[in-house]
């Protein structure tokens, strides 16, 4: 896989190709109106009132509301009452499945839908997730789980309650099902995750009670048990912010078969991960999917003997035992930290279900656009009381921490950032981004995917280091199946410093920035999706669409091509690579089908080209039925108005790639100077005169100055 960077001069206008895939994650935009910004940071509270009885108190307003923020008085702008019944209703009838027959199916990922700060979406509605921790649990603790959240969803769920599924797999925090009541999609979903798929991660103490493997030299590991409980507070933190979307109370109920911190390495993780639930109006009600346990003083028969003095000095039975219990308190901590409560050492899981369910009855919602518009980072304190005579036990969040300007990012928030927008399915299109796909085939399985990407100069911030003028630029791309979207393929994680000379930055503003990678594939549908963000402002462009490979090895009737580039530039090789050496040069040339004699054809990707350049234009047909290469004939056409308007002298193609594929390679130069201004329609036409086979290829253009 290789990095690209290149700059040149375009006029910014999409023309849109069937051959290969093009898109933009914005519209073409018009002419530049000045316009002023404002923006205002909106604070959601949730209050739960109850009266000297412990009785939720109904019928209150928002003048019964006085709300400061820092000690200054807050203005209320929306107010909502929830109102939340507590009588399970019978389970409906659930279709049976057929017997003696296994059925897996592959989960669909989907996310939770996001509401509008001034509407409240979920009105008298009660939002439970059901996050699983698969790393975190044996297959037998993950059976525990998942009876209990049947039997919840089956005996225990209320008119009112509405309930996400989460899952935790060890590669990313997966939503299986957005917040619904449909008591038969739950149970489905439920009995479809795969028992011991995801099975816990073995931590092993590195204290007496570690097990005596019999080995030599045993590596220490301390590094990996703080790495693995890390990720898995962060996915929780993960979990947190997605529900965080909502204006209501949220409850996580969280399933693990407990989680043991490593000392002081991972207080920091904790911490940010109950600010975070905190922050989004969370809390986690942890369950310890183990149950009651009466455990050897020495470990079950799954894990080896200590081997070791401690055996006999009761040092190793105190180990187990310690380490059972930092187990819990860390379960015990995410749970009284962010107003839920865990539940240990109890065998009937669906009882902290229920108490998640019973903590949510009947509150208000109180929103108001705060008089501070500092973005500090800096936590604001929130205060608030009953007006009048009113005496009532108020439960809410008292503070929260401010937005932060970019500048002011650490790197954690950085990468939070980059989480963040990855996650979103709607496009951000704070810088723009115009993508091209193409595909050549290397082998009979194989394809290698060229991807060409350019953002308009104009919208990236240069800044003064070590005095020369640079612009940095994060690239995030990852490339999905299209089976569900959840099975990441393969992706791209770079970060470009570009070094511009007086000249280049001067222009900057009129050019873009180019860069390309390369993937390996197989045929089949796929969703990519990049982003790139601009490291000095912290501005973000994403941009997803969904790609098909074709399997050229089926095609017989006619001449199988793979996609057709057309270009303005061909550049050399050591000015188009950023921090080349000789050996990176030499592997590119090597695979890459765009990168011959040194010299790279940038893709022009929108398809717009000056009158005083050539256009170069380049595909490989694939001879892979025929005894030995046959010629072929290729030109190019230009339409204008449904006439021709040009047309290239027909090339014979003898020459081909000593390759399994009898791969023929075809160029063409085309002087444009001839044609008229104006927009054309290009067609590449390629015949085997021997096959009597042909294929065609047609794309918009257009000409400029």
Same mark, same amino acid.
């Given at each position: ?66 709300? !400061? ?81 049947? /039997? ?80 898995q507070l962060a996915a929780l933190q993960t979990a947190a912010k997605m529900l965080g979307r909502l204006s209501e109370k949220k409850s996580l ?71 059972f219990q930092q187990s819990q308190d860390t379960l015990y901590a995410l749970g009284g930290d962010t107003g839920g409560r865990a539940l240990l ?87 723009t981004i115009v993508m091209e796909i193409d595909y050549f085939q290397l082998n009979r399985a194989e394809y290698f995917v060229p991807i060409v %990407? ?16 640079? !612009? ?213 036409? %390629? ?5 009597? /086979? ?12």
């Open positions: 896989m290789r990095a690209v960077i290149a700059i040149m001069v375009v006029v910014w206008t999409l023309a849109a190709t069937n051959a290969q895939q093009i898109g933009q994650n914005a519209a073409p935009k018009g002419a530049q109106t000045p316009s002023i910004s404002v923006s205002a940071q909106l604070v959601v509270e949730t209050i739960v009132v109850k009266d000297k009885k412990g009785n939720p108190l109904a019928g209150l307003t928002a003048k019964d509301f006085a709300v !400061t923020e820092d000690g200054v008085l807050q203005t209320i702008a929306f107010f909502e009452h929830q109102e939340l019944p507590e009588t399970p209703t019978d389970a409906p009838e659930t279709p049976p499945e057929p017997e003696n027959v296994t059925i897996y199916h592959k989960l669909a990922m989907t996310r939770i839908s996001p509401e509008a700060a001034e509407k409240i979406r979920y009105k008298d509605r009660r939002l439970m997730a059901f996050y699983f921790d698969m790393t975190a649990m044996p297959p037998a603790d993950q059976v525990r789980a998942l009876v209990a959240a049947q /039997k919840f969803v089956r005996t225990q769920m209320t008119p009112a309650d509405l309930i996400a599924i989460l899952r935790y797999s060890g590669s990313a925090v997966e939503v299986l099902q957005d917040f619904t009541d449909d008591r038969n999609r739950l149970l489905s979903i439920i009995q479809t995750m795969a028992v011991g798929e995801d099975q816990a991660w073995d931590e092993a103490p590195d204290d007496a009670s570690s097990s005596d493997v019999g080995a030599a030299f045993g590596q220490d590991d301390s590094e990996f048990n703080i790495f693995n409980t890390d990720r109920v969280y399933f693990a078969s407990g989680l043991r911190l490593n000392g002081l390495s991972n207080q920091a993780q904790l911490h940010a991960t109950i600010d975070s639930a905190v922050r989004a109006g969370v809390s986690f009600w942890p369950i310890d999917a183990r149950g009651l346990l009466a455990q050897a003083p020495l470990g079950d028969a799954t894990v080896g003997s200590p081997g070791n003095s401690g055996m006999y000095t009761g040092t190793a039975a105190l180990a187990v035992t310690n380490n050492d109890y065998n009937d899981l669906t009882k902290g279900i229920v108490q998640a369910q019973h903590s949510v009855s009947s509150y208000y919602i109180i929103s108001y656009y705060t008089s501070n518009s500092a973005q500090d980072g800096k936590f604001r304190r929130v205060n608030i009381s009953l007006s009048g005579s009113l005496s009532a036990t108020l439960d809410y969040r008292h503070g929260y921490y401010a937005g932060k300007q970019f500048r002011k990012f650490t790197a954690t928030d950085k990468e939070r950032q980059l989480e963040d927008a990855l996650m979103l399915d709607d496009p951000i299109t704070d810088l %990407v350019k953002i308009p100069g104009r919208e990236l911030a240069i800044a003064k280091r070590g005095g020369a003028e640079r !612009t940095l630029i994060d690239f995030i791309g990852e490339i999905k199946d299209d089976y569900g979207g959840s099975m990441t393929i393969t992706n791209v994680r770079d970060k470009v410093n570009i070094k511009l000379s007086d000249a280049t930055a001067a222009e900057l503003a009129k050019r873009p920035i180019e860069y390309d990678t390369g993937f390996t594939l197989l045929p089949g549908k796929y969703t990519i999706k990049f982003l790139a963000r601009d490291a000095e402002t912290g501005r973000i462009g994403t941009f997803q669409t969904s790609f098909v490979i074709p399997n050229l090895n089926k095609e017989e009737k006619r001449i199988p091509i793979s996609s057709v580039v057309i270009g303005s530039q061909r550049i050399d090789l050591k000015d188009a690579l950023y921090n080349a050496d000789k050996k990176k040069e030499d592997k590119a040339e090597s695979f890459n089908p765009l990168v011959a004699n040194g010299q790279k054809l940038i893709p022009s990707v929108t398809r717009v080209f000056s009158k005083s350049r050539d256009m170069f234009i380049y595909l490989q047909a694939y001879e892979q039925t025929a005894p030995s290469p046959e010629p072929l004939i290729a030109f190019v056409s230009f339409y204008q108005a449904q006439a021709k308007a040009f047309e290239t002298q027909p090339i014979k193609v003898v020459e081909g790639m000593n390759n399994r594929l009898k791969t023929m390679p075809v160029s063409f130069s085309i002087a444009l100077n001839q044609l008229p201004l104006g927009e054309y329609v290009c067609q590449v036409t %390629v015949l085997d005169p021997t096959a009597q /086979k042909a294929t065609f290829w047609r794309a918009p253009v257009k000409l400029v100055p």
